[in-house]
């Protein structure tokens, strides 16, 4: 099982939808997570931390799962600036390599 | 303040040259990290340093590979006699510590060797 997994879409959605992406660790002792954002030829970003409680930061919302091991980001109001890939990211603090994992990422497309 | 940089930003070379790479990270960030991306696939991790601790290099895919990092900031990435399949995007991160911590990406270079 790879250690984060993603659907890779992608998610061709109308302006004004709502959309949610999800992803899966297989690390049951990963502490910490994360949504980049990466546009097309450019670096990855952050967009958001996840925390246990869930967290929203506008029109995103970030919740996360332990118990099934899977992280959600749910964007409402999907805006065409919106379009770019969305990367999951764990922290596994006993992987013993890097720190930060990172998923291959879902495609998002909103279209006007 | 600044991000982290990165030189040059484009780079084609010949099959069979060596080539650096430069990293320079946000000041104060102790930990360094470089990745490589393929057209349309995920990030690759390669290496990453950690204060003056011994890098981690688990993640170089041949001994053609190899890094270093100069008084604990900037960072060279060199990778000896090109091959084809070495034509990607190199991305070098940094954060204030490893572990937890949001890392910040630089530009990257995108690699082409012919």
């Known amino acids: 099982r790879k250690e984060v997994e993603q659907d890779p879409g992608p998610f061709n959605v109308p302006e004004g939808a709502t959309v949610a992406f999800n992803c899966t660790y297989s690390?049951?002792?990963?502490?910490?997570f994360f949504w980049y954002r990466q546009d097309c030829r450019k670096e990855p970003k952050l967009l958001m931390s996840?925390?246990?409680s869930g967290n929203e930061d506008g029109r995103f919302t970030a919740q996360l799962n332990r118990a099934s091991q899977y992280i959600s980001l749910l964007i409402r109001d999907s805006k065409l600036s919106d379009s770019a890939t969305y990367l999951c990211?764990?922290?596994?603090?006993?992987?013993?390599?890097?720190?930060?994992?990172f998923g291959k990422g879902t495609r998002l497309s909103v279209i006007a | 303040g600044a991000g982290v940089s990165q030189s040059p930003s484009n780079k084609v070379t010949e099959k069979g040259k060596d080539v650096e790479l430069r990293c320079d990270p946000i000041?104060?960030?102790?930990?360094l990290y470089w990745y490589r991306q393929s057209l349309g696939q995920g990030l690759e991790f390669l290496i990453y340093?950690?204060?003056?601790?011994?890098?981690?290099k688990s993640g170089l895919p041949s001994d053609r590979f190899s890094a270093e990092r100069t008084g604990g900031s900037v960072s060279t990435l060199t990778i000896q006699r090109t091959q084809q399949e070495d034509s990607a995007v190199y991305l070098c991160?940094?954060?204030?510590?490893?572990?937890?911590?949001?890392?910040?990406f630089g530009p990257g270079t995108r690699l082409t060797v012919t």
């Open positions: 990211v764990v922290s596994p603090m006993n992987s013993g390599n890097t720190p930060l994992v």
């Open positions: 000041s104060g960030h102790t930990a």
């Open positions: 340093f950690q204060g003056n601790s011994a890098p981690d």
């Open positions: 991160a940094s954060s204030f510590v490893a572990g937890a911590d949001e890392q910040y």
């Open positions: 996840v925390y246990s």
């Open positions: 690390n049951s002792a990963s502490q910490s």
